[in-house]
């Protein structure tokens, strides 16, 4: 099989993929009790705006699928965060971009502030070999998640006292449809996490991190190949992923097959 030619139309597919695994994650933070995080989704025209009162970082209060045909909507964003005092993290793709959409954003203060790569390939049928020293495991039970929790959250640079956070945030997606999690294993010990999702045909590979100590080490590319190869078993088209342009986890990507599919401008208020 062939890697697509990239077009519009797959475009609009790989973006909806990361809007479906984003609203789905998002989701199931807000399904907690009382909705205890303060999380807020709303919809304006096809754009897709993302609030989560207790974590201010832009990765959770994020803009997504917005283009040309809700130019008019941007006023209502901007108020939107501004009236939560967040600064969102506003992703501008070239599918549905236009000078009219990038002139509202500025109008309404608005700037942009980096790059982001979107990268896609194919599944793999093969599971490419491991170092020996790694072991992969899907977590399928709660005892499973503590330490993915544990894992996630140190890699993260957060200390454990911290810990239940990541749980409470992240167990709805444990057996929640279209989700895949997995911790992997250096000489025994957990080292690393990485989350997969499926909608559409597609595999978006999501969250992933390393604790610092076993960094470079292959944990992330065998975490990819593996999830690749998983696209493959559940029948997917199309694997994507997402990345800080020319970072190590891009270059990973690339190793394992996957291609630039476009670079992302973002957008956000100004300090």
Same mark, same amino acid.
């Given at each position: 099989?062939?890697l &697509?030619?990239?077009?519009?139309? =797959? /475009?609009?597919?790989?973006q909806?993929? @990361?809007?479906d695994?984003f609203?789905s *994650? +998002? ?6 009790a009382g909705n205890p995080?303060?999380? $807020? ?6 754009? %897709? ?5 207790t974590? &201010? #970082? ?6 997504? !699928?917005l283009?040309? @045909?809700d130019t008019?909507?941007?006023?209502d964003?901007?108020?939107?965060? *501004? ?12 599918v549905g971009?236009s &000078?009219k =959409?990038?002139?509202s954003l500025?109008e309404?203060?608005l700037?942009?502030? !980096? ?5 896609y390939?194919?599944? =793999?049928q093969?599971?490419p070999?491991v &170092?020996?020293?790694?072991? +992969?495991? $899907? +977590? ?7 330490q993915?929790a544990?894992?996630?959250?140190a ?5 454990l006292?911290?810990k239940h956070?990541?749980?409470n945030?992240n167990?709805g997606?444990?057996?929640?449809p279209? #989700? ?7 000489? !025994?010990i957990?080292?690393a996490?990485?989350a997969m ?8 590979c ?6 610092p100590?076993y960094?470079?080490r292959?944990?992330q590319t065998?975490?990819?190949q593996?999830r690749?190869h $998983?696209?493959?078993?559940?029948d ?9 342009? /020319?970072?190590?986890s891009h270059?990973?990507? $690339?190793?394992v097959?996957m291609q630039?599919a #476009?670079? *992302?401008?973002? #957008? %956000?208020f100004p300090?």
């Amino acid at each position: 099989m062939k890697l &697509p030619i990239m077009s519009e139309t =797959l /475009a609009r597919r790989l973006q909806q993929a @990361e809007i479906d695994y984003f609203r789905s *994650r +998002i989701s199931s933070i807000a399904e907690r009790a009382g909705n205890p995080e303060g999380v $807020e989704i709303r919809t304006f025209g096809s754009t %897709t705006g993302f609030y989560i009162k207790t974590m &201010p #970082w832009g990765l959770f209060n994020s803009v997504k !699928g917005l283009s040309d @045909e809700d130019t008019c909507k941007v006023g209502d964003i901007a108020a939107f965060y *501004r009236e939560r005092d967040r600064k969102p993290q506003v992703d501008i793709s070239p599918v549905g971009s236009s &000078p009219k =959409l990038l002139s509202s954003l500025t109008e309404h203060g608005l700037v942009q502030e !980096g790059f982001h790569s979107v990268l896609y390939g194919l599944p =793999l049928q093969e599971l490419p070999a491991v &170092p020996d020293s790694v072991d +992969i495991h $899907e +977590i399928t039970d709660s005892a499973q998640f503590d330490q993915y929790a544990e894992v996630h959250c140190a890699a993260s640079g957060m200390s454990l006292v911290h810990k239940h956070h990541f749980i409470n945030n992240n167990i709805g997606l444990l057996h929640r449809p279209g #989700w895949k999690l997995f911790l992997a294993y250096t000489d !025994g010990i957990p080292a690393a996490v990485a989350a997969m999702h499926i909608s559409g045909g597609i595999a978006s590979c999501a969250l992933a991190a390393t604790l610092p100590p076993y960094r470079r080490r292959g944990l992330q590319t065998a975490l990819l190949q593996r999830r690749i190869h $998983e696209a493959y078993k559940e029948d997917c088209e199309l694997v994507t992923a997402q990345a800080s342009f /020319a970072s190590t986890s891009h270059n990973n990507m $690339e190793r394992v097959g996957m291609q630039l599919a #476009w670079t *992302r401008a973002v #957008w %956000t208020f100004p300090q």
